[in-house]
């Protein structure tokens, strides 16, 4: 069952995030090290009202609103190919179907066709946009690496810059779900440091994963699902946590 819910004034920052990857032994894994940088802050803790690390800023059209916002990057690489990418392009319709109508849903994609990764959907609601999604979601193709961490810049930005047009109020999520480990080391390194930085916490699902995921030491919450039910039942869960941070 979907929760529904009502926000009244800054919430947790949190994200939403899709991920796989190629499953090699010589791909960069993040080492704890690469976090030491002073500029690093210690994660948010779930329903934290710390607004300081998203600057106070008024883009253009800003205006005060307290809708949440799931950023999903989808990935499509090459090792999910057959019944893996099959299932997860279920469940994430199936999940974009049954979320809330005030659920703002962006959509960043790494597959055959967009192998260096890209932003297909931009963050939005209503019919048209979840037409769109569902439109973009049947055309992803298994193939190609993992740039996960293009996709979690991406990500962070996007969801920083929706951030500061609803004037800092409503929630942000970025969902992870990967059956691997990310093909861009340092990009990723970076981008696990940026999303820290700014307190956009990380949820990620290990789908059909074998090994621990690097993710697992930096995400809000880590999931695992073998299936597609537990694919969609894990990314219902990460909007769950919304009706708890909403009472914080």
Sequence with gaps: MWIKFAMTGPL??????????????TVTVAREEAFESPLVVSKAAKGSNDREPIPNTTPPG???????????????SGSMTGSPIAEA???????IQGAPDDLNIGLFVFDRNNLAGAELVPLGRGDDQRAELKKKIAGVQAGGSTPLGAAIKAGTKSLIDQFQKQLRYGDIRLIVVTDGQASDGSAFNQSIVMARDYHVPIYTIGFRIRNEHPL??????????????????????????LDDSADL
């Design 12 to 25: 947790a920052l949190t994200g939403l995030l899709m991920v796989s990857c190629e499953k090699s032994n």
């Design 62 to 76: 800003s205006k005060m609103d307290p809708s949440s916002n799931a950023y999903i990057i989808f990935d499509g």
């Design 89 to 95: 392009r279920r469940a994430v319709t199936s999940f």
């Design 216 to 241: 697992r030491r930096y995400s809000e919450n880590y999931m695992t699902a073998q299936d597609e039910q537990e694919l969609l039942d894990a990314m219902k869960e990460t909007l769950a946590e």
